[in-house]
Nanobody, 122 residues
Framework: QVQLDESGGGLVQAGGSLRLSCAASGRTFSSYAMAWFRQAPGKEREFVAAISWSGGRASYADSVKGRFTISRDNAKNTVSLQMNSLKPEDTAVYYC???????????????WGQGTQVTVSS
């Protein structure tokens, strides 16, 4: 089992940057594919980015390609999401996700964090 704890959310102006982090418990973190999802008010949760267990493969939603970068540090049991050129439509609660299988943009595991709020003002 994996426990996930997100941090780094906040309020930022459009065009600004934020870096989200997700700390994972457990000694098998390096065997998990990791992903970020988000849910805006009144909308369904949507995929943002995913990374394979080794970090060698990554996938992004079209809406964030070229602006967001997912990375991981298996030595520190962390996965990060660097978000640049933020837009008001990026406003959402962002969730960290862990699972056994990487499948590109359809990556979605069983384990979820509590979420961190990102608000982008215009």
């Amino acid at each position: 089992q994996v426990q996930l704890d997100e941090s780094g959310g906040g309020l930022v102006q459009a065009g600004g940057s934020l870096r989200l982090s997700c700390a994972a418990s457990g000694r098998t973190f390096s065997s998990y594919a990791m992903a970020w999802f988000r849910q805006a008010p009144g909308k369904e949760r949507e995929f943002v980015a995913a990374i394979s267990w080794s970090g060698g493969r990554a996938s992004y939603a079209d809406s964030v390609k070229g602006r967001f970068t997912i990375s991981r540090d298996n030595a520190k049991n962390t996965v990060s999401l660097q978000m640049n050129s933020l837009k008001p439509e990026d406003t959402a609660v962002y969730y960290c996700n862990a699972g056994r299988s990487y499948s590109g943009s359809t990556t979605e595991g069983l384990y979820w964090g509590q979420g961190t709020q990102v608000t982008v003002s215009s």
